[in-house]
């Protein structure tokens, strides 16, 4: 009997959804199964209580999630990903933090709540100025960041804000238990990320045993669509079992 398929699973950010990944899924280990599931709150994943926290959220998105999996989580994701890894072990194999924040700062702090309540306030123009953080000065086309308009845009928006609340908190919800995290890690962000930025990727990877830090140079938030080669590479790799904790 042959050794099992590793799986992959894919965990997309505040907001998006599963198609984030539409750049990266080719580009890994046609012996990979992967798997891009929808959050709680998004897309075709199920509803989330209006007082969801990350624990809830993380609860949901087990449902997705085999045995053994190999998480990759982008953002919102990554707090997804970590709060598994720290609390049911025996879902994850390894772990890749992707633009994930950490440990934010009071300022830190002050500015994702002020975007926040910008969000319900007047959510099309916050989506805009999403995109500006996301995407000014890079090389990714129009079509493709009217593309992620798009997604935003369709949100439900009681959901997409009680998920944003939880990106904007649940980095200190996770923090206490980033040390319980036992298997192979990489945290990544861009060079250029103004919201999750090398600093934080610094500070998850101090923070979790073994974990190795990565900056990709010239690149902002959305390091899915603008490198996904770079991060299709730690990815076969750490599923490789190339990275070891």
Do not use: K
Request: glycine share 10%.
């Amino acid at each position: 009997m042959g050794r099992p398929r590793p799986v992959v699973v894919l965990l997309h950010g505040v907001g998006l959804d599963h198609t984030v990944w539409d750049r990266v899924v080719p580009l890994l280990e046609p012996t990979h199964d992967v798997v891009t599931p929808d959050l709680p709150g998004h897309g075709s994943g199920p509803r989330v209580p209006d007082d969801v926290d990350l624990a809830g959220l993380a609860d949901l998105t087990a449902a997705s999630v085999p045995e053994g999996a190999h998480l990759v989580g982008f953002s919102l994701g990554a707090l997804v990903a970590q709060h598994l890894a720290a609390h049911r072990p025996g879902l994850v194999s390894s772990l890749v933090s992707v633009s994930s924040v950490c440990r934010r700062t009071e300022a830190e702090r002050d500015a994702v709540l002020a975007r926040l309540e910008s969000a319900g306030a007047d959510h099309p123009g916050s989506v805009e100025a999403s995109l500006e953080r996301w995407y000014a000065g890079t090389d990714v086309g129009p079509d493709t960041v009217d593309r992620t308009r798009r997604v935003l845009l369709a949100n439900d928006l009681a959901q997409y804000l009680a998920c944003y609340r939880v990106f904007a908190t649940g980095d200190a919800e996770v923090s206490p238990v980033l040390g319980r995290i036992a298997v192979p890690a990489v945290a990544v962000t861009g060079s250029d990320d103004p919201g999750s930025t090398p600093d934080m990727t610094h500070r998850l990877a101090a923070a979790v045993p073994g974990c190795r830090a990565e900056v990709v140079p010239g690149v902002r938030h959305m390091l899915p669509v603008q490198a996904p080669r770079a991060l299709a590479t730690i990815v076969n790799e750490i599923v490789g079992g190339r990275i070891h904790a």
